[in-house]
């Protein structure tokens, strides 16, 4: 991940509440450029940095942290969040949650050092994801569960989730094309409970297993 200097120009910074909310709804696009974006706050109340229940947002050029609640929240069907270089981290309860039918698009974004998923999908939310880097997590790097829609992952590098694996797909469908999946602390690639994982020219390596399947899933 690049360091603050190298992008950041403003500050937004809240207490107790979600730090960017975004729930109207207009095909003309809201641009968030250049920001460091923090929410600090108490695990119970799980507050966002940015959290987006309607319209078009594209973050790019952002830093992203929440003491509190997962950092990014897409939600609802219609909810379209696009994230361009950008650094979702240190998040207390995860770094990425697209849930609710909301779709998400990341291009070149560090997910890194969350407490727990890097990326998590489901309840009908979708994901294209390219050229991104999901490391030293708590939990996945990526987690697509729970009748998640289609996650599509292109030359994505997925590593060093020390304590848990580097993808796993239960009840959705994942494609992962030219990814680099290694050295996480359980499994590099999971598919279970009717997961479905098609996998094209990854490399998996230096992981405790390399991919497993199990209880009805698919690779």
């Given at each position: 991940m690049e360091s603050d200097d190298d992008f950041v120009c403003a500050e937004i910074r809240v207490e107790n509440w979600n730090a960017v909310c975004c729930?109207?709804?207009s095909l003309k696009p809201a641009h968030i450029i250049g920001c460091r974006i923090v929410c600090t706050g108490d695990l119970m109340s799980s507050w966002h940095s940015v959290c987006v229940s309607g319209g078009l947002l594209v973050l790019r050029n952002c830093l992203i942290t929440s003491s509190s609640g997962p950092s990014?929240?897409?939600?609802?069907?219609?909810?379209?969040?696009?994230m361009q270089a950008c650094g979702v981290h240190d998040g207390?309860?995860?770094?990425?949650?697209?849930?609710?039918?909301?779709s998400m698009t990341l291009q070149q974004v560090h997910c890194c050092r969350n407490a727990a998923m890097g990326f998590e999908l489901r309840d009908k939310g979708t994901a294209e994801v390219e050229d991104s880097h999901f490391y030293s997590n708590g939990h996945q790097g990526?987690?697509?569960?729970?009748?998640?829609?289609?996650?599509?992952?292109k030359r994505c590098s997925?590593?060093?989730?020390h304590t848990e694996s580097g993808v796993l797909v239960s009840e959705a469908e994942a494609?992962?094309?030219?990814?680099?999946?290694?050295?996480?602390?359980?499994?590099?690639?999971?598919?279970q409970q009717k997961g479905v994982v098609s996998l094209s020219n990854c490399k998996i390596h230096d992981n405790c297993e390399g991919i497993m399947v199990q209880d009805s899933g698919a690779s």
């Open positions: 729930g109207y709804s990014v929240v897409a939600q609802y069907l219609g909810t379209r969040v696009i207390a309860q995860g770094g990425i949650l697209c849930v609710d039918g909301a990526i987690l697509a569960w729970k009748s998640a829609g289609r996650l599509v992952a997925i590593h060093s989730q494609s992962l094309e030219e990814c680099s999946i290694y050295g996480n602390g359980i499994t590099g690639v999971v598919s």
